[in-house]
């Protein structure tokens, strides 16, 4: 069965401080791979998305990259992080079919904290 | 470009109380997807139910059921008997044909069920 881990669960951080959020999924293959961040009390806001290795599509510019270094792998970095970072990070995964649309799945999410 | 409105922010209502979460989308495409999901106080989100836009079928599993209505751009959800258990915010959202890469989620509605 597929299966998505994302760690760290809870992050603090200072500002100007690097990131590194990270990704796995298990039991798939060439996933598109996604990750939301959610203000507190907000909505679902998509922030970049990727469709293979190396593909990287950004929707929103800010101070965050995104890395997909193996297929299952997906990385959310920041060199130096701002205050409005602050939220809750959360890693999705699907598998496009021609003639159905499954959905996302997502994983557990981390709450991130900057200070 | 498609859009998601859930017009209720929160909604608080007294255990074994039904209740209406709505939905209200936009789309130029004959072919589309429509999905809610569950976000706990954990945080993660559980996928719910998806429809696709050619099925108007009503469904309904356990306490939940969804109104499916194309003439009004509708997708409404629908718990009978809430419980407590139920608190959560649930989201609706929207994919076109194409598949989940440009999946779009409404701003969600916080329902809080009373003891």
């Known amino acids: 069965s597929q299966t998505i881990h994302q760690w760290p669960a809870t992050l603090v951080q200072p500002v100007g401080s690097p990131l590194s959020l990270e990704c796995t999924v298990e039991?798939?293959?060439?996933?598109?791979l996604y990750w939301y961040r959610q203000a507190a009390g907000r909505g679902l806001q998509l922030l970049f998305y990727?469709?293979?290795?190396?593909?990287i599509s950004s929707e929103v510019p800010q101070n965050l990259s995104a890395s997909r270094p193996q297929d299952r792998q997906f990385i959310l970095s920041s060199k130096k992080l701002l205050l409005s970072d602050s939220g809750f990070y959360l890693c999705?995964?699907?598998?496009?079919?021609?003639?159905?649309?499954?959905?996302?799945?997502f994983g557990s999410g981390t709450r991130l904290t900057v200070v | 470009a498609q859009k998601v409105t859930q017009a209720q922010t929160e909604i608080s209502v007294v255990e074994k109380e039904d209740v209406t979460l709505d939905c209200v989308y936009e789309?130029?495409?004959?072919?589309?997807?429509l999905f809610w999901y569950k976000q706990p106080p954990s945080g993660e989100l559980v996928f719910l139910i998806r429809?696709?836009?050619?099925?108007?079928q009503n469904e309904i599993s356990g306490r939940y059921s969804w109104n499916f209505q194309k003439s009004t751009s509708s997708f409404n959800f629908t718990i009978t008997a809430s419980q407590v258990v139920d608190s959560a915010v649930y989201f609706c959202?929207?994919?076109?044909?194409?598949?989940?890469?440009?999946?779009?989620f409404g701003a969600g509605t916080r329902l809080t069920v009373k003891p």
């Open positions: 999705a995964w699907s598998t496009l079919q021609i003639d159905y649309d499954y959905g996302y799945t």
């Open positions: 039991g798939t293959s060439n996933p598109n």
């Open positions: 990727s469709v293979g290795i190396g593909q």
């Open positions: 789309t130029r495409d004959t072919t589309y997807y």
């Open positions: 429809r696709n836009s050619f099925d108007e």
């Open positions: 959202a929207l994919s076109e044909e194409g598949g989940s890469n440009d999946m779009r």
